[in-house]
């Protein structure tokens, strides 16, 4: 059964550092997703991207964010300069369809610890 | 704003026997989507369930059924026949079914914990 795959498994960055976090969705689908879960915490949803463009995102995803489809295959998050509480779960996801019963498909996630 | 309630941090069951995992939610929304995700410890998020709210009967999935209360705004996890491989987090989560472009708003989570 196909899958998303996120790399790193694990990512190790020092404060202010920039860090770029891979994702390769399903390749039938359209709908991408990235959210985040900082331990302990609940599944939080940072971003969805849909025709090479965002189509909504949460007060979580500001200006030191961002996200891109670089080569059709690939969905990457950026975060420009990293902060402590940046150290999450990130899971990146995909969907056949904005539909409300098109289940979203997610990634093994990446860890991500911000020294 | 939608809002997902797991009021149970932490459950056990023996395998072989049934558990109910609680889960409500808050919307003014009449047509949204209601879902059940399983967490193990290899961290990937794999679908149990899912339910559409204007069915009004409830979804089930080989050992896995809900119990849907729409005007309760409640939609519980049961667990038949518990096995060792069950053990995870749960997470119960929520989708507009309107113009979202399927942004899910999950629950706490319930960690599940199954006794030989």
């Known amino acids: 059964e196909p899958e998303v795959t996120q790399t790193p498994s694990h990512q190790v960055t020092q404060m202010g550092q920039e860090v770029i976090l891979r994702c390769v969705p399903i390749?039938?689908?359209?709908?991408f997703y990235w959210y985040r879960q900082i331990l302990g915490q609940k599944v939080e949803f940072l971003v969805s991207?849909?025709?090479?463009?965002?189509?909504?995102k949460s007060e979580i995803f500001d200006d030191q964010f961002s996200v891109e489809r670089p080569d059709g295959s690939n969905f990457t998050l950026k975060i420009r300069s990293t902060k402590l509480e940046d150290s999450a779960m990130y899971f990146c996801?995909?969907?056949?369809?904005?539909?409300?019963?098109?289940?979203?498909?997610f990634g093994n996630g990446t860890r991500l610890t911000v020294t | 704003a939608q809002t997902v309630t797991q009021s149970q941090p932490e459950m056990s069951v023996q395998e072989a026997e049934t558990v109910t995992l609680s889960c409500t939610y808050d919307t003014s929304e009449s047509d949204y989507y209601l879902f059940w995700y399983k967490q193990p410890p290899s961290r990937q998020m794999i679908l149990v369930i899912r339910?559409?709210?204007?069915?009004?009967q409830n979804a089930t999935e080989n050992r896995f059924s809900v119990n849907f209360q729409k005007a309760a705004k409640s939609f519980s996890l049961k667990i038949s026949d518990s096995q060792l491989g069950d053990a995870a987090m749960y997470f119960c989560?929520?989708?507009?079914?309107?113009?979202?472009?399927?942004?899910?708003?999950f629950g706490q989570g319930t960690i599940l914990t199954v006794h030989p």
């Open positions: 989560a929520y989708r507009d079914g309107g113009t979202s472009y399927g942004k899910l708003t």
């Open positions: 996801a995909s969907s056949v369809s904005r539909q409300g019963n098109s289940p979203l498909h």
């Open positions: 339910q559409e709210a204007y069915k009004q």
């Open positions: 390749s039938n689908h359209l709908y």
């Open positions: 991207f849909y025709n090479n463009e965002i189509s909504e």
